[in-house]
């Protein structure tokens, strides 16, 4: 009988296939030698196909743990290569990926506390923890200030008692945890609810929005890349509510965040629930220098945060902080095999409302090891890393003669192009470096043309590397 990875002997069964792993890895990253394979879709199909064969055969193949892993290895875009710098996809710790691992052997099921007791009460515990960086202990809702860009003459302030501590849910990531704060809107405020968002938010809000029946959402344009509060004023003026508001912290394509400040003070002055994607930005709650940048996430009522880009876990590590965590009782549901009433009033813990999920993975596990191995200022310090990159690689287009910045990078994100290149050229640059497994670079289209985008999130970069990369940029620009 094959073994089993946890039980007894489940260690010593481990420790001979992880060699194997790790060897396969290894060999794989050789055979690749650079951040992607050469040659393109084809050549990487023609590839992975020759090396698996059959994937159902008859007889089973007992090397098929290395030649599938190294197979994998070799034909991978490698966020760890300091010229993989295209998506927000990021290079995981060794120490999360080893208690990921640890996660996958023990295979607790957060469904139910009978699956999952000590993995339920961790999530408990990390879940509290950052809603707590973001709204306190104690969060209230927020009060217009005198600052506000477009006060009205109509607010009033009115005492709010404080609310239970906030809480958060463990997701898949940022689209997962943007469903779930426009359902919770939805339960809170009516099926009218209407979504109003900028042109710059991520493309999950307007899915969720349709996929849970709400109104078409009002979508602002945003020619400066960020959300303008005169345009969210005059929007929730004029257009019927209920509103939901949602701002970002950390756009996908130039890593902007909305002037959160503002549109907290507008959204409570007009009566709009606000929500806050910060899944690209809000690694920034770690570092002392630019936590400051997110001054106004705690007005939020709901905030999307994600791990697996400014947090350094392997994919999946997404929350949504709550800050009243009475809105969670929407997600209560019930299955007597799971959650039976005389279980749960005997002491259980009930766990099948915290997700629209049934099966969960222990997640909370790998997010857990990396805080308490760094702590907070380890984290924050390769957030600062990885901005300081970019800022450094702004500076080296800013003084290239043959360079073009777009704008100075706000988090890790800097977006360029050569100089007097036309659209065409820009992204044949970017699609050679791709096929040539030189380079792997995104695109953005902002202002009406086409930028390379780099998306630095390995904090092990060196400056020679981001030379090294415009050098192939420069090296494959037409004259």
């Excluded at 924050?380 to 890393?385: C, E, I, M, N, R």
Aim: hydrophobic share 40%; with cysteine.
């Amino acid at each position: 009988m094959p073994p089993l990875a946890s039980g007894p002997e489940g260690s010593d069964a481990l420790r001979p296939l992880l060699a194997t792993v790790l060897d396969a890895l290894d060999a794989g990253a050789r055979s690749r030698g650079g951040p992607l394979p050469a040659g393109g879709p084809h050549t990487v199909a023609a590839r992975v196909s020759e090396a698996v064969g059959d994937p159902l055969p008859e007889h089973g193949d007992p090397g098929a743990l290395h030649t599938l892993v190294r197979t994998l290895a070799e034909g991978a875009a490698d966020p760890a290569h300091p010229l993989c710098a295209a998506h927000l996809h990021c290079p995981p710790l060794a120490v999360a990926t080893a208690a990921d691992l640890a996660a996958t052997a023990l295979n607790p099921s957060l469904d139910s506390w009978d699956q999952a007791p000590a993995a339920s009460e961790l999530e408990t515990l990390l879940t509290h923890a950052l809603a707590a960086q973001i709204y306190g202990h104690n969060p209230t809702p927020p009060t217009p200030s005198s600052t506000d860009p477009t006060p009205s003459s109509t607010a009033t302030t009115t005492a709010t008692a404080p609310t239970p501590p906030a809480d958060a849910l463990v997701t898949t990531g940022g689209t997962e945890a943007n469903h779930l704060a426009l359902l919770l809107a939805r339960e809170a405020h009516g099926p009218t609810l209407r979504l109003v968002c900028g042109a710059n938010a991520h493309h999950s809000l307007p899915r969720a929005a349709w996929l849970l029946g709400l109104p078409e959402p009002v979508i602002l344009p945003t020619p400066t890349g960020v959300l303008d509060p005169a345009t969210l004023h005059h929007t929730l003026t004029t257009r019927p509510g209920p509103h939901l508001v949602a701002a970002t912290a950390g756009t996908t394509d130039a890593g902007l965040i909305d002037p959160l400040p503002a549109l907290a003070a507008l959204s409570h002055t007009h009566g709009a629930r606000l929500h806050i994607d910060a899944a690209y930005g809000g690694g920034l709650l770690f570092s002392d220098r630019r936590r400051p940048l997110l001054t106004g996430l705690e007005a939020a009522h709901t905030v999307t945060l994600d791990l697996h880009k400014l947090g350094w876990q392997p994919v999946a590590a997404g929350l949504l902080a709550v800050r009243d965590p009475h809105d969670l009782t929407a997600l209560h549901h019930h299955a007597d095999y799971l959650n039976a009433d005389d279980d749960t009033e005997a002491g259980l813990p009930d766990l099948l409302g915290r997700s629209l999920r049934t099966t969960r993975r222990p997640d909370a596990l790998k997010i857990a090891v990396t805080l308490k191995t760094l702590g907070r200022s380890g984290l924050g310090a390769l957030v600062d890393q990885v901005c300081d990159h970019a800022q450094h690689l702004a500076d080296l287009v800013t003084a290239h003669p043959g360079l073009e910045l777009h704008a100075p990078p706000t988090l890790s994100t800097v977006l360029f192009r050569p100089a007097h290149a036309t659209d065409t050229a820009v992204a044949d640059i970017r699609r050679r470096l791709l096929t040539h497994g030189h380079a792997v670079l995104g695109r953005a289209r902002l202002d009406g043309r086409l930028w390379l985008k780099t998306t630095l999130l390995n904090p092990h970069t060196r400056p020679a590397d981001l030379t090294a990369l415009l050098r192939l940029v420069e090296g494959n620009t037409p004259t």
